[in-house]
């Protein structure tokens, strides 16, 4: 394995898609001269052409509308939007076609599309451009929705992402772009749908994705080193689908649950995975689930409201003292 970030774990997975399948090609605002507004791209432009790395015009309906007709052909677009904050723009285009064109033509014109952007706060962007609009796409059918939260995890999902036959939002968090981490080398891939234990545990679950589960695997260590707390770690990476089997049977093992998402509380993937398992494992639950989110207001743009305004890992202890309490009731009661 080699240790490489985020980024640079999204470059090279480009790259080599590129190298793999002459039907690959990138196209986005400023990805081609400026090398993308986060370097992703950096390079491409000048080892594939201009035909390959398609830079475009800010127009995200039109761009993305070009690369659904592209992919309707036989092509495999892979789109960046600078940022999800941005993706309204191109709504009609990503709800009512590229997501239903595969059923409505009865399986005969699959649509092999790519939209990969980035979100979520703390780099003081204001409240236009730091915000976590996952669901809105997690709630379509015909759409796949990732939102890996490790450079390995970035690799193999992007890879498998450019070779599925359906589009797939490819959802980043700007905070993890510097990230490190040890990534398999070769062919590696890691099928969509498909939830990950990040760290095994008995006394409690935490589910989580993108960001934020990289934040709870660092408390879920800390505390098992502090208080001895032996916490489980679900990543479930895929938002649609939703692999329901590993976070379900994860619960059944601890009977509590923490969901932490940085994403606004109401109506989000964290009430849908609290559904979940309120359908699928109510009789395994020993007591109430727990959700840690962001505060419903636009993201103010001072970093202390900024701050305050983002769950974190303190928020996220929070939440384990009151299971942790609420186990030792019902153990010497």
Same mark, same amino acid.
């Given at each position: 394995m080699a240790e490489m970030t985020y980024r640079q774990a999204l470059h090279d997975t480009l790259?080599?898609?590129?190298?793999?399948?002459?039907?690959?090609?990138?196209?986005?605002?400023?990805?081609?001269?400026?090398?993308?507004?986060?370097?992703?791209?950096?390079?491409?432009?000048?080892?594939f052409g201009p035909k390959r790395v398609v830079d475009t015009p800010i127009c995200e309906n039109g761009f993305v509308g070009l690369a659904i007709g592209a992919a309707m052909l036989g092509l495999r677009p892979i789109v960046e939007i600078m940022t999800i904050n941005f993706i309204a723009l191109a709504m009609d285009e990503i709800v009512?076609?590229?997501?239903?064109?595969?059923?409505?033509?009865?399986?005969?014109?699959?649509?092999?599309?790519?939209?990969? =952007? /980035?979100?979520?706060?703390?780099?003081? $962007?204001?409240?236009?451009h730091s915000q976590n609009l996952e *669901?809105? @796409?997690?709630?379509?059918?015909?759409?796949?929705?990732?939102?890996?939260? =490790? /450079?390995?995890?970035?690799?193999?999902? $992007?890879?498998?992402?450019?070779?599925?036959?359906?589009? *797939?939002? @490819?959802?980043?968090?700007?905070?993890?772009?510097?990230?490190?981490?040890?990534? /398999?080398?070769?062919?590696?891939?890691?099928?969509?749908?498909?939830?990950?234990?990040?760290?095994?545990?008995?006394?409690?679950?935490?589910?989580?994705y993108s960001r934020m589960a990289v934040v709870a695997l660092d408390v879920a260590r800390r505390l098992e080193q502090e208080r001895q707390l032996s916490i489980e770690v679900v990543d479930v990476?895929?938002?649609?689908?939703?692999?329901?089997?590993?976070?379900?049977?994860?619960?059944?093992?601890?009977?509590?649950?923490?969901?932490?998402?940085?994403?606004?509380?109401?109506y989000g993937v964290g009430a849908e995975l609290a559904a979940t398992l309120q359908e699928e494992a109510f009789d395994y639950l020993d007591a109430p689930i727990q959700r840690v989110a962001g505060a419903e207001v636009p993201l103010p743009y001072s970093k202390p409201l900024e701050q305050a305004a983002l769950p974190?890992?303190?928020?996220?202890?929070?939440?384990?003292?009151?299971?942790?309490?609420?186990?030792?009731?019902?153990?010497?009661?």
């Open positions: 790259r080599e898609e590129l190298q793999r399948d002459e039907n690959v090609f990138l196209i986005g605002e400023e990805i081609g001269r400026f090398e993308g507004s986060y370097k992703i791209t950096a390079g491409l432009l000048q080892e009512n076609h590229a997501a239903k064109i595969y059923y409505m033509f009865g399986g005969q014109c699959p649509v092999p599309l790519v939209i990969r =952007t /980035p979100g979520g706060g703390g780099q003081q $962007l204001s409240a236009t *669901v809105w @796409f997690a709630h379509v059918p015909g759409l796949k929705v990732v939102a890996p939260s =490790t /450079p390995a995890d970035a690799r193999g999902l $992007l890879r498998t992402a450019v070779r599925d036959d359906n589009p *797939v939002l @490819f959802l980043e968090n700007l905070a993890l772009y510097n990230t490190r981490g040890e990534v /398999p080398e070769g062919d590696y891939t890691i099928p969509i749908g498909k939830a990950q234990v990040m760290k095994e545990g008995h006394d409690l679950t935490i589910i989580s990476r895929s938002l649609r689908p939703l692999d329901h089997e590993t976070v379900v049977n994860s619960v059944k093992k601890t009977n509590r649950a923490i969901i932490f998402e940085e994403d606004w509380r109401s974190s890992a303190r928020q996220l202890v929070e939440a384990v003292d009151r299971l942790a309490i609420r186990k030792r009731r019902v153990v010497y009661a």
